[in-house]
């Protein structure tokens, strides 16, 4: 283990050695040049150098060249000559060819590990930047995020915030008398933004098992960082989605490791290839957010590398903090490549040797200008510097290989399975489904009664029964008149009870009786 990281070799004869200082790695760094110029070398070098010093490190392969860290170099390799050639030039003496402890990761779950996060934490602020949403739409989502909280139910995937959406969409009204405005239209456009992003792949992203940091901050049994590498080349098809995912990596690092000052070497290193996805495009909000992040992480020991083409493809507050610079050839075309050429050769330390603006302009494949933190984090002066060729393997390994590599992970197995656990869209379903068991019981309630309340409406009268009439004596005289008397009075009765005030008594009473039950 060594206190530096040895990048190449500077001054007159490229002879002068120039290092990375691990004690001020977490000061972040940029790593910038037009296509084709070695950039990726650069970044495989530097995470080499990390891994050797016990430091994981974490970078996405765009072009998949990155996969070849798994494996040593060999003679055999057609550049070998030059390597060979240029390790004496700078002054590599310990030059040889090794592999290192790769894992691999991909969002999709086919060249790698799958990487989960949830909706809840992604949080509103990173999911409105990535499904695009107006300043409206992101204050539904807050709300949404809100009722979650205040319900206690878990938002995890795609269906627990379209249920959401749905049982916000349904009471609107009263949501929109405490929190303002939800309007169905807010909601729709919602709806069919999270539709985009599972068409694009969203929908693999978002779930459980969740992503744990602590498996990406390992060292194996030599000591050596883990050299994480997560598959960008599919991903890059969707690039607010890649964006989105190193923010919100970036964001947990920062979220979930403890204060450590200025250690003597950092804990995590982590490099954003094309970095100016992440911000062309992105609202003010989230500017600041990524500058918060890069000015406080460093306490946490987590070192931040931009790479990207241009030095004005990164905010002007973000640029100024970080202070190790690998600057590869910019080629100046146009009034624009002019004034990012100029404005990349301000930010270093002048070198009286050579005009650094021509520099940058003039170096080749293979060379920089560098400048690297020095002691009390003062920057170093500017220096052209032929970079050191790389221990691991240049390009990419086989599929076969890929799948080797993954299948002896110690973690396979452990992300490959996704868990649904009871979440928002159980609960919500739940509740919908009780709510109906409701209402049909209560509708067939109210079919009993109505049923009941017929059959007392359509009930037989009671008329009385005809009874025969005697032939005899005196006593059928007197039957015959006390029937006389009694069908009087029954036709009377009958009479009124079947006329209008008759009929409002029976409902009355039958009514009366009816209610009591």
Known sequence: M?????????????????????????????????????????????????????????????????????????????????????????????????????????????????????MAEMGPLLLSRLLELSEAQEGILNIAFRLADEEGMALLDLDDMRSMLVWMGENRKDLSLRYGNVSTASIGAIQRRLLV?????????FGEPALALSDMMRVDTQGRGQVNILAADVLMSSPRLYATFLLWLLSELFETLPEVGDPEKPKFVFFFDESHLLFDGAPDALVEKVEQVARLIRSKGVGVYFVTQSPDDIPEDILGQLGNRVQHALRAFTARDRKALKLAAETYRENPAFDVAQAIRDVGVGEAVTSFLQRKGVPGMAERTLIRPPSSQLGPITPEERDRVISASDLKG????????????????ERAKSAAEDAAEAEREEEELAAQEREYRSARRYTGKRVSRSTSGASTRRDRKGDSFGEAMGKMVMKELTGTTGRRIVRGILGGLFKAR
């Open 2 to 118: 060594t206190k530096d990281l040895f990048v190449g070799g500077g001054g007159a004869g490229y002879g002068e050695k120039q290092h990375l200082s691990l004690g001020y790695a977490n000061r972040h760094g940029l790593i910038a040049g037009a296509t084709g110029t070695g950039k990726t070398v650069t970044l495989q070098i530097l995470a080499e150098g990390f891994s050797n010093a016990g430091v994981p490190v974490f970078m996405a392969d765009v072009k998949g060249d990155l996969s070849g860290m798994a494996k040593a170099g060999t003679p055999e390799h057609k550049l070998h000559a030059s390597f060979t050639e240029r390790a004496q030039t700078i002054g590599f003496d310990d030059f040889g060819y090794q592999g290192f402890p790769v894992t691999f990761w991909d969002l999709f779950g086919d060249q790698g590990h799958p990487v989960r996060s949830t």
């Open 197 to 205: 992003l599972e068409n694009q792949g969203g929908a693999n992203f």
């Open 414 to 429: 452990k992300y490959e399975t996704a868990v649904d656990r009871r979440s928002a869209h159980e609960i919500l379903a």
